[in-house]
């Protein structure tokens, strides 16, 4: 339907478009300990592998067929921990009939069999609820969540559905629990590097009361969030202090309060700042630094390692640079670049020899086959000032072009940048693809963001009309081969745009979009009653996102 309404000319010698839709050459990378391992998730003839580099040479190639991998780090420079999931069909007394069940398992570099945290225990139900970091030589020692059972009779029973904290030795896979649930709220721990308990996190489901006390059981700070919006993030930049976020006044604007430990009042962290990602060392569990949004520029909290970072992006121009992983030193690091001819490549980063060697890249696409990216600045009609994400496609002038606009779910979301599989795939077949940051987007700044309130169907869905008007006006893209199309609330504005609004667009695709606001908005409010069911979701794994 997308060709047959606003057709562009054949690409040259496109690549086939199963290299957009495919699983990436690569998914996930992690660095080691020492910084000297890399272990990187990757698909190599059809077949998905977990691969660990020392050197730049294979050591270890383990395949681990279709599961679900959630996430990848690892304990010391020994052990590679991949984050699996399953879908899970629950027994009839479960309120849900199907949920994911999340493992860990525990891949030895040195070749010794792989195992899964609470493998064929009985003690504990259905995999890991949660991994609270390493402790010890080498990362020996490893805290997870475990829904700790009993038996009755001759059945094994759940005791309650909350989470055991437990700790995990690595070589011996002896487990033991070092801390249980209280009696009447869900409990979630933040742990220091030593593997002790710092802070906990109560919430009361029924009513959303939750409060957080620190190691002795002294209460630090309590409030209400009936959404279950709050979550223990992080030590402090310093020891001495946490950093949880929450929402305010259980609005849709959240917050970072460091609090210190001792019970004195906290305050809003780095509250001027628009923030993307945390940056968390996962060995002394400290807040480090961030990545703001808009830019995604890395700051780091303490100056040589921002100095470090900084230069280190330098070395890659006009590319978006990301912090994926470095040493204790700080003189090894893993980094990711995106954009302008890159669909997404890692390097190892070692300063001391002045070197950044390719570890692996997310598409096996050539650079000359990543069509131009660049930001497109332009104004609303009532002056507001606005910019999008403007892909073309590679090798032809961007003039007069046929085009996709490709605003993005959420709305409280941003496109960037970076490579786009989805935008890259549309470009590679002669379409301009523009992607819209509409009012109510965030990474803007709390104005840009809340000037979107209420403007679903009215101003956020003019912004994208108005960047069609504007490319137009540019004599970059054809108004007359326009067309809309979108994920969730991008599928809303791509039929906004041929109902709400007319003779704008050729064609709509919406993708799993909103159809019916006024049950979004009743369920919604649903949901917000039910904390209890946010705090389920907040301890399972998410649905995994699209690969970019």
């Known amino acids: 339907m997308l060709g047959a309404a606003i057709a562009a000319a054949p690409a040259t010698a496109a690549p086939p478009l199963d290299v957009y839709g495919r699983l990436p050459e690569t998914e996930m990378v992690a660095m080691s300990l020492s910084g000297k391992r890399i272990a990187l998730v990757a698909t190599v003839k059809d077949q998905r592998r977990l691969i660990v580099l020392e050197d730049g040479k294979v050591i270890l190639s383990q395949p681990f067929g279709d599961q679900k991998v959630r996430s990848l780090r690892w304990a010391g420079d020994e052990n590679v921990l991949m984050q699996v999931s399953r879908t899970f069909s629950l027994a009839v007394e479960f309120t849900g009939s199907r949920s994911e069940m999340t493992s860990v398992i525990v891949i030895p570099v040195d070749k010794a069999p792989v195992w899964a945290v609470f493998e064929r225990d009985k003690e504990v139900f259905a995999g890991v609820r949660g991994i609270y970091g390493m402790s010890g030589a080498n990362d020996r020692f490893g805290y997870f969540g475990g829904i700790a059972t009993r038996l009755d009779r001759a059945s094994v029973q759940v005791n309650d559905g909350r989470p055991t904290l437990f700790r995990v030795d690595l070589l011996t896979k002896a487990k033991a629990p070092i801390a249980r649930q209280p009696d009447n709220a869900y409990r979630d721990w933040l742990l220091g590097p030593d593997g002790q308990i710092v802070a906990m996190l109560d ?9 957080i006390r620190n190691a002795n059981g002294r209460a630090l700070v309590s409030g209400k969030s009936p959404s279950g919006s709050i979550d223990l993030i992080s030590l402090g930049p310093k020891p001495n202090s946490l950093i949880y976020w929450t929402r305010k006044d259980d609005t849709d604007e959240g917050m970072l309060i460091e609090q210190p430990l001792d019970g004195s009042p906290g305050k809003e962290f ?44 330098k070395a890659f121009p006009n590319l978006t640079v990301g912090l994926s992983g470095w040493n204790q030193a700080f003189d090894r690091l893993l980094v990711f670049t995106t954009g302008q001819g890159d669909p997404g490549t890692w390097w190892q980063v070692d300063r001391t020899k002045r070197t950044a060697d390719v570890v692996s890249v997310a598409y096996a696409i050539d650079p000359a086959d990543v069509g131009p990216i660049r930001t497109f600045a332009y104004s609303a009609a009532d002056g507001l000032d606005m910019s999008g994400v403007l892909t073309l496609p590679p090798g032809r002038p961007a003039k007069n072009l046929p085009v996709i606009l490709l605003p993005h779910g959420g709305p409280r979301s941003q496109d960037e940048p970076v490579f786009d599989w989805w935008a890259q795939a549309m470009a590679s077949r002669g379409y301009a693809v523009f992607q819209p ?57 791509a ?50 996102a699209p690969a970019r």
């Open 270 to 313: 780095l509250s001027d700042e628009g923030i993307n990602d945390y940056i968390i060392d996962p060995r002394s569990r400290q807040f480090i630094g961030y990545v703001s949004s808009g830019d995604r520029r890395i700051h780091m909290l303490d100056p040589q390692q921002d100095k470090i970072v900084t230069a280190t992006g």
């Open 203 to 211: 919430t009361t489901s029924s009513l959303g009361d939750w409060i």
């Open 437 to 493: 940051n509409f009012r109510g987007s965030t990474g803007f700044g709390r104005a840009f963001e809340q000037a979107g309130w209420g403007e679903w169907g009215r101003k956020m869905q003019t912004d994208i009309s108005d960047g069609l008007a504007a490319l137009a006006k540019e004599g970059i893209v054809d108004p007359k081969r326009a067309c809309i199309m979108g994920g969730s609330y991008g599928g809303y504005a």
């Open 495 to 544: 039929l906004a745009g041929v109902t709400l609004q007319q003779n704008i667009y050729r064609c709509a695709i919406s993708v799993a979009g909103v159809g019916n606001v006024a049950k979004l908005v009743a369920e919604t409010r649903l949901a917000m009653l039910k904390a209890a069911v946010a705090f389920i979701e907040k301890h399972n794994p998410p649905d995994p």
